[in-house]
């Protein structure tokens, strides 16, 4: 089935979050007190599948900034986003290192600013806690990540921004 972008037939429920349906791609900086800090490229993709079902599925990859879409892989994840009726957002993420994150948090439609915090972080055996903030400033989206681990509180470990391609 083809994938919906905005203005074309879409669930309902979707069409607060159209705007980030598409392919996102941007530099990214990580970083914690457990490890060295890194760049990366990343690439973003959000599309509605089926505008039967109030969803949009997600899919995330990385890669070392010294190359492009080919070069060494260093992170990939996979969901999907619903957008409650309350105005609420419930994300679920597979990532590749084989952690699941179940999110909860609110859109912002005005502001265009979406914050998750984490309801459960599965198969991890030090990640306790993870939250998201995804920004749409002037057409750039960008988001920032916080992590707790058994030894560390909360505390910023992954930020980016992207340009829509």
């Known amino acids: 089935m083809e994938q919906a972008q905005p ?8 069409a607060p979050l ?3 349906l598409g392919t996102w791609r941007g530099q990214g900086e990580g970083y914690y007190p457990t490890i060295i800090s890194f760049s990366y490229t990343e690439e973003l993709q959000f599309t509605h599948p089926n505008p039967r079902k ?6 995330q990859k990385t890669w070392r900034s010294a190359g492009g879409p080919g070069a060494e892989p260093m992170h990939a994840e996979s969901g999907f986003w619903r957008l409650k009726p309350d105005g609420s957002v419930e994300v679920v993420i597979a990532q590749s290192t084989g952690l699941v994150e179940v999110q909860k948090g609110t859109h912002d ?7 998750l915090q984490s309801e459960l972080v599965g198969n991890a055996s030090k990640v306790k806690e993870i939250s998201r903030e995804f920004r749409l400033v002037n057409g750039e989206l960008s988001y920032e990540v916080q992590m707790a681990t058994n030894s560390t509180s909360l505390q910023p470990h992954l930020k980016a921004v992207f340009k829509k391609i």
């Open 109 to 115: 439609h005005e502001d265009k600013v979406i914050r």
């Open 18 to 20: 159209a705007y980030l």
């Open 54 to 59: 109030p969803v949009i599925s997600y899919a």
């Open 7 to 14: 203005g074309s037939l879409m669930h309902p429920a979707v």
